[in-house]
């Protein structure tokens, strides 16, 4: 799995190169993506709740990039609040005399399924943005 790992690997191009390799084609991503000559993150345009954030650190003529994919915070927020949103509704249907268990058992049912879902899609997504930055950059692992 893609998603919460961190690697790094080697370049041959110097820190700006990286980054300046890196911001050539930004503008097919997402607009929350940035680099630097230090760091950089990136994320893929459209609704994903995945991004790639890491740092760029020179060493002698070779540039170590370290990375670290990961879910936005934003959206991990956004799951909890719907999450909680929930509980009062189902509360409040429960004393309007409605049954909720069936309801509840449903509903958990296509949370399952939209979940598993998202994150087969997540990791797609994970994996492209993984690949984008080792072949932009001519990544060789580290020894």
């Known amino acids: 799995m893609v998603i919460g790992s961190s690697d790094q690997f080697e370049t041959a191009l110097?820190?700006?190169?990286?980054a300046q390799r890196l911001r050539q084609n930004l503008r097919?991503?997402?607009r929350a993506s940035y680099t630097e000559p230090s760091r950089f993150g990136i994320s893929?345009?459209?609704?994903?709740?995945?991004?790639?954030?890491?740092t760029l650190e020179e060493a002698g003529?070779?540039?170590t990039v370290r990375y670290r994919v990961e879910f936005k915070r934003s959206a991990l927020l956004a799951l909890a609040f719907?999450?909680?949103t929930a509980i009062p509704?189902?509360?409040t249907w429960s004393f309007l005399g409605y049954a909720v268990i069936p309801l509840a058992l449903l509903l958990t049912a296509c949370v399952v399924v939209v979940a598993l879902l998202n994150l087969?899609?997540?990791?797609?997504?994970?994996r492209w943005l993984r690949n984008y930055v080792e072949s932009v950059l001519g990544a060789r692992p580290i020894a």
């Open 14 to 18: 110097s820190r700006a190169e990286c």
């Open 28 to 30: 097919s991503l997402s």
């Open 44 to 54: 893929k345009r459209g609704r994903t709740m995945i991004r790639m954030v890491g």
């Open 61 to 63: 003529l070779r540039t």
């Open 82 to 84: 719907s999450l909680l």
């Open 89 to 91: 509704i189902f509360v």
């Open 120 to 126: 087969l899609v997540s990791e797609w997504q994970a």
